[in-house]
């Protein structure tokens, strides 16, 4: 495996995934199969539902921009993920191998902070490598690519491990900025109350109190017109419209999005209902506000995806450019995965297709 690393061609033959993506788009768009070493944008949204995107047949969900991707693109109807959670679906993504195969078949512990779930001594005795992060003996594409001359950056969910030697910079990526677990509060930036920001190898609060889809779009148009003069890899693996890590009864486990989002869904209510859902009677979120703010954070994220779409025309480098999208895995509880049965978690095609 190491020669291929010099060997562009062939290793993006082992990462599967993205590996059939880009044949299938090169097919698609000649200018760009023609191009020595296309950029390449690999957006990834966490839990969102197979039927929640305007060109999969919703009329509720507001996604124009995703819409138009599709449009001029190629809508893979019948592409699936390794895994119907998070981790290794995304491991798989990276790597271009099966779960069973790279080692990471679980989700990611939190190894620094305690966050409040327990696990044993003997699971970390007898599975560490692969419930702390990806094995380092896997190669990541991200690797092949910087290889090959690329300027390569990650923005958003890492969720590769916490640990230094499963950081973004040291499996092949020039800069990140994101969280390194599995969820956060889309405004703290906390995981269940405990910092969970990164930049680069260090952690940090300088963005605390700003909607974190915005931090990444930020970041990602930056990176843009840094690198406009020389191939670049973006990973851009948003956490909308996951739910929130947060344990306030009034948040917890629903996604966050900003006001003026929530505004394009009146049709729902932005209220709350009494519940004994976690153990004493608390106000939580109706089922209506739950969907509404789903809804909300995917529209919000299809904004930042259309400023990125706006910047490539701009800079002349649309013709230069795969942009590839798709969820990590199906729908969570708030999401539509119609027609299709089941959900994240599941291995019925509502979990991976």
């Given at each position: 495996?190491?020669?291929?690393?010099h060997?562009?061609?062939?290793?993006?033959?082992?990462f599967?995934?993205?590996?059939?993506?880009?044949?299938?788009?090169?097919?698609?768009?000649?200018?760009?199969?023609?191009?020595a070493?296309?950029?390449?944008?690999?957006?990834?949204?966490?839990?969102?539902?197979?039927?929640?995107?305007?060109?999969?047949?919703s009329?509720e969900?507001?996604?124009?921009?995703?819409?138009r991707?599709?449009?001029e693109?190629v809508?893979?109807?019948?592409?699936?993920?390794?895994?119907?959670?998070?981790?290794?679906?995304?491991?798989?993504?990276?790597?271009?191998?099966?779960?069973?195969?790279?080692?990471?078949?679980?989700?990611?512990?939190?190894?620094a902070p305690?966050?409040?779930?327990?696990?044993?001594p003997?699971?970390?005795?007898?599975?560490a490598?692969?419930?702390?992060?990806?094995?380092?003996?896997?190669?990541?594409i991200?690797?092949?690519?910087?290889?090959?001359?690329?300027a390569?950056?990650?923005?958003?969910?890492?969720?590769?491990?916490q640990?230094?030697?499963?950081?973004?910079?040291?499996?092949?990526?020039?800069?990140?900025?994101?969280?390194v677990?599995?969820?956060?509060?889309?405004?703290?930036h906390?995981r269940?109350?405990?910092?969970?920001?990164y930049?680069?190898?260090?952690?940090?609060?300088?963005?605390?109190?700003?909607?974190?889809?915005?931090?990444?779009?930020?970041?990602?148009l930056?990176?843009?017109?840094?690198?406009?003069?020389?191939?670049?890899?973006?990973?851009?693996?948003?956490n909308?419209?996951?739910?929130?890590?947060?344990?306030?009864?009034?948040?917890?486990?629903?996604?966050?999005?900003?006001?003026?989002y929530?505004?394009?869904?009146?049709?729902?209510?932005?209220?709350?209902?009494?519940?004994?859902?976690?153990?004493?009677a608390?106000?939580?979120?109706?089922?209506?506000?739950?969907?509404l703010?789903?809804?909300?954070?995917?529209?919000?994220?299809?904004?930042?995806?259309?400023?990125?779409?706006?910047?490539?025309?701009?800079?002349?480098?649309t013709?230069?450019?795969?942009?590839?999208?798709f969820?990590?895995?199906?729908?969570?509880?708030?999401?539509?995965?119609?027609?299709?049965?089941?959900?994240k978690?599941?291995?019925?095609?509502?979990?991976?297709?």
């Amino acid at each position: 495996m190491r020669n291929a690393l010099h060997d562009t061609t062939g290793s993006l033959r082992r990462f599967g995934a993205l590996g059939f993506a880009l044949v299938v788009v090169a097919a698609a768009v000649p200018e760009v199969a023609a191009a020595a070493r296309p950029n390449i944008i690999l957006i990834v949204s966490d839990d969102q539902g197979y039927h929640d995107l305007g060109c999969f047949g919703s009329d509720e969900v507001k996604t124009p921009h995703l819409d138009r991707i599709a449009r001029e693109g190629v809508r893979c109807t019948s592409f699936y993920v390794a895994w119907p959670a998070c981790t290794p679906s995304r491991g798989s993504i990276l790597t271009g191998r099966y779960p069973q195969r790279n080692g990471l078949y679980d989700m990611i512990r939190n190894e620094a902070p305690d966050y409040g779930h327990l696990y044993s001594p003997e699971e970390y005795q007898v599975t560490a490598e692969r419930i702390l992060g990806m094995d380092t003996r896997e190669i990541m594409i991200s690797q092949v690519l910087r290889r090959a001359g690329y300027a390569t950056a990650v923005f958003g969910k890492w969720d590769g491990g916490q640990l230094h030697r499963y950081l973004p910079l040291q499996r092949g990526f020039d800069e990140f900025y994101g969280f390194v677990n599995t969820g956060i509060d889309y405004f703290t930036h906390e995981r269940y109350g405990v910092p969970s920001m990164y930049r680069n190898n260090c952690p940090t609060t300088e963005d605390k109190g700003t909607y974190c889809t915005y931090l990444f779009q930020r970041e990602a148009l930056r990176f843009i017109r840094k690198t406009k003069d020389r191939p670049f890899f973006l990973y851009l693996p948003f956490n909308a419209p996951h739910g929130a890590s947060n344990l306030d009864p009034k948040i917890r486990g629903a996604a966050q999005a900003p006001e003026k989002y929530k505004k394009l869904y009146p049709h729902l209510k932005d209220d709350y209902v009494k519940s004994r859902r976690y153990g004493r009677a608390a106000w939580v979120p109706s089922k209506q506000k739950r969907r509404l703010e789903y809804l909300a954070a995917a529209t919000c994220m299809d904004d930042a995806i259309g400023s990125i779409l706006d910047l490539l025309d701009e800079l002349h480098l649309t013709e230069k450019t795969f942009v590839l999208f798709f969820s990590d895995n199906g729908g969570s509880g708030d999401a539509d995965n119609s027609p299709l049965r089941g959900r994240k978690t599941h291995m019925f095609e509502g979990g991976i297709r």
